[in-house]
């Protein structure tokens, strides 16, 4: 066992090698500098016989992982829509591994459990959402999705006398998943773990921005008989627009449906009150999931499910044995609401990020993140041959450069090589387009410029046939 003198070493070991890295992030290329394949050679190596000591395998692991890192927490990483581990709550983070909580019981961890608790209550208020719902502390959106749907599943199944957590789908009355067709990728993954088939869903036609038509969604209901699952979306990851929610609510509800919002990162407009509208409507529906680690940027991993049926929350996702503390009344135990029995306690890190932004850090950088993204796409668009696909009214910017998709990915792959930031392309409609999403807590609106400036420089020296 280590003696105290070793644990000292490997923490400030830890620590100094964290404080190189972070301090080197805004001046280093905003991308990995050796490859996939590079990696692959510097971890090669073969099962260690003997151990090694503490400081020594610290220092080792740091020198080889650095060069393969992203520089995700960079200031100008605009690869994908992900946050950027605030320092405050990468520090929470520290503290939630040193102290070694399992939180799969309240009554072992009272700080893990009640942490969770306050947490749980300033994100409902922060987001205006329903106070009484209840918040799973989960990995991400993904598998916010998948709780969300799973109490969704509960309450339908329950409401027609089957009993779906004892005795799955076979012989169930059908459920009709009613999805739109821009969803997240893992909006299908949670049907497809639920046991409802991505495939076997009613697919419902979305505008040119990504929004679902509330006149074909009427059409595939009127369509529909039994019992209905809505999805909608709250920021489409490319064109960061909304769903009308008012409206698909009501008509959710009038069929005595449930309505689950996939708002992974969208949901945070709504704590921000010159976004806030784009989110009408949306504490009608019936759960939502939503990132920690995207706009609140708190570290990996960290996510909510957030249901308003506390019951059919529960009641999808308890895990039971004589060995585990049985709830009395009021009392919450924080696995009740997740699929996990042992995890790390998330809600330190979620408070760490809300006590230190606070209601207006969060609107703050919201908003500046939204006007950073509205100020590069006018910059681009005055360049010939760019053209802005989408309207920015949050955070997201898409772009197309000339008249090929080619010549967007040599854009995209000069703009890795350069390093000034970092852009990713995706395919939106029938196009290849590079899409920029601001939002890591770092990026400054001079940031936003030199950006700018790099891609419109890069795409005046591509030749273009
Ligand atoms: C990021 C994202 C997800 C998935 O979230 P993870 O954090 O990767 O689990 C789902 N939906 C949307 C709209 C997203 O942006």
Redesign the pocket.
């Known amino acids: 066992m280590p003696d105290n003198d070793d644990l000292e070493h490997v923490f400030r070991l830890a620590a100094s090698r964290a404080l190189d890295f972070r301090k080197s992030l805004s001046s280093r290329p905003q991308r990995p500098e050796m490859s996939y394949d590079d990696m692959r050679h510097a971890f090669e190596a073969p099962l260690p016989e003997a151990g090694q000591s503490a400081a020594d395998v610290i220092e080792q692991l740091a020198d080889i992982a650095e060069p393969g890192l992203g520089v995700m927490a960079g200031p100008r990483f605009f690869g994908w829509?992900i946050g950027a581990s605030h320092p405050v709550g990468v520090a929470a983070d520290w503290l939630t591994s040193a102290w070694g909580q399992n939180t799969g019981s309240h009554l072992a961890t009272p700080s893990a459990a009640v942490v969770e608790e306050t947490a749980s209550r300033w994100l409902l208020e922060l987001l205006d959402l329903p106070r009484e719902c209840s918040v799973g502390f989960v990995?991400?959106?993904?598998?916010a999705?998948f709780v969300g749907l799973a109490a969704a599943r509960h309450r339908t199944l329950s409401q027609l006398d089957w009993d779906v957590e004892g005795h799955g789908l076979f012989g169930a009355p059908t459920v009709n998943v009613v999805v739109g067709d821009d969803a997240?990728t893992?909006v299908f993954s949670a049907l497809k773990y639920l046991g409802f088939g991505y495939e076997r869903v009613h697919r419902v036609e979305t505008d040119a921005a990504g929004r679902i038509v509330p006149s074909a969604f009427q059409a595939v209901l009127d369509n529909i008989d039994g019992p209905i699952i809505a999805i909608a979306?709250a920021?489409q990851?490319s064109t960061g627009a909304f769903d009308p929610f008012d409206d698909l609510a009501d008509r959710t509800h009038d069929r005595d449906g449930w309505l689950h919002v996939?708002c992974?990162?969208g949901l945070w407009a709504r704590a921000c009150p010159d976004r806030a509208h784009l989110t009408a409507g949306l504490d009608k529906a019936d759960s939502w999931?939503v990132?920690g680690?995207?706009w609140l940027q708190t570290p990996y991993d960290s996510?909510f499910a957030i249901v308003r049926d506390r019951d059919a929350h529960s009641r999808a996702m308890t895990t039971d044995a004589s060995y585990l503390p049985q709830i009395t009344e009021g009392q919450r135990n924080p696995s009740h609401f997740v699929p996990e029995l042992s995890r790390r306690a998330r809600g330190f890190a979620t408070w760490a990020m809300i006590r230190h932004l606070g209601r207006t850090g969060v609107a703050d950088m919201v908003s500046r993140h939204c006007r950073i993204a509205r100020n590069m796409a006018a910059r681009l668009a005055e360049e010939s041959g760019i053209e802005i696909l989408n309207q920015v009214e949050l955070n997201q910017v898409i772009l197309r450069f000339g008249e090929s998709d080619e010549l967007t990915q040599a854009v995209i792959d000069q703009v890795q090589e350069d390093g000034t930031c970092l852009v990713a392309g995706a395919k939106w409609r029938d196009n290849w387009v590079m899409r920029i999403s601001v939002i890591s807590w770092p990026t400054t609106d001079e940031d936003g410029d030199i950006s700018a400036d790099t891609i419109a420089k890069i795409w005046r020296g591509i030749d273009t046939p």
Do not use: E
């Not at 990995?139 to 598998?143: E, L, N, R, W, Y």
């Open positions: 829509v990995t991400g959106a993904s598998v999705n997240h893992t979306q920021g990851i996939d992974a990162f999931a990132d680690h995207k996510g």
